[in-house]
């Protein structure tokens, strides 16, 4: 049982918009900043998103992140067959003293 | 380039203890902190602690406090992960990644599998 809640897979056509929800709580999401890692099946993961909608040099455009309250949310736009991965969201807890992560998202491009 | 490179893979007894490492290298090996994260297989990722690379100071997830020890080498600018009286499911790929507030980059991952 994962303190951050994903919806365990999404899908969506090649230039299609998706966007996968991270749920969580006053103690995470709702004071702390919310990063997105993208694993690539057979690989570590990487940066996707930090500080909520910050993207590191080399992550494209069409990956967008948000916060709203408890809750983060992480947008593709334009989806690309290369996009299929394990999506996870990660937050610092306050009350855990420890980071937490979602419990991630398999994207499907159909 | 910054890159972090662990060592290889791992069998071990129920009960035995195994030792991770993470070499960095590409950077200030005192500049950041060493995060480790830990994925059982078709699972999610699990925080399992972190580590000073500055003072060694280390603040470990509730549920390895008592069973995980994370040190430094700053003169070889390593990091390892212990993790002792191993159970079968602690069979997992065991990641370390850099820390500055966000985990960028990550090592290649260790398996350690837990077999008797």
């Known amino acids: 049982q994962s303190v951050l809640t994903q919806p365990p897979s999404a899908s969506g056509t090649p230039g299609q918009r998706v966007t996968i929800s991270c749920s969580g709580s006053s103690s995470n999401i709702g004071s702390n900043t919310g990063n997105w890692y993208q694993q690539l099946p057979g690989t570590a993961p990487k940066l996707l998103i930090y500080s909520n909608n910050q993207r590191p040099s080399g992550v494209p455009d069409r990956f967008s992140g948000s916060k709203s309250g408890t809750s983060a949310s992480l947008a593709i736009s334009g989806l690309q067959s290369e996009d299929e991965a394990d999506y996870y969201c990660a937050a610092w807890d306050d009350s855990l003293n420890a980071w937490v992560f979602g419990g991630g998202t398999k994207l499907t491009v159909l | 380039q910054v890159q972090l490179v662990q060592s290889g893979a791992e069998v071990k007894k129920p009960g035995a203890s195994v030792k991770v490492s993470c070499k960095a290298s590409?950077?200030?090996?005192?500049?950041?902190?060493i995060t480790w994260v830990r994925q059982a297989p078709g699972q999610g990722l699990e925080w399992m602690g972190w580590v000073s690379t500055y003072n060694t100071n280390t603040n470990y997830a509730q549920k390895f406090q008592g069973r995980v020890t994370m040190t430094t080498d700053t003169s070889t600018s390593t990091a390892y992960m212990e993790l002792r009286s191993l159970r079968s499911d602690d069979t997992a790929v065991y990641y370390c990644?850099?820390?500055?507030?966000?985990?960028?980059?990550w090592g290649q991952g260790t398996l350690v599998i837990v077999s008797s």
């Open positions: 590409g950077y200030t090996f005192t500049s950041y902190g």
């Open positions: 990644a850099r820390d500055g507030g966000t985990f960028d980059p």
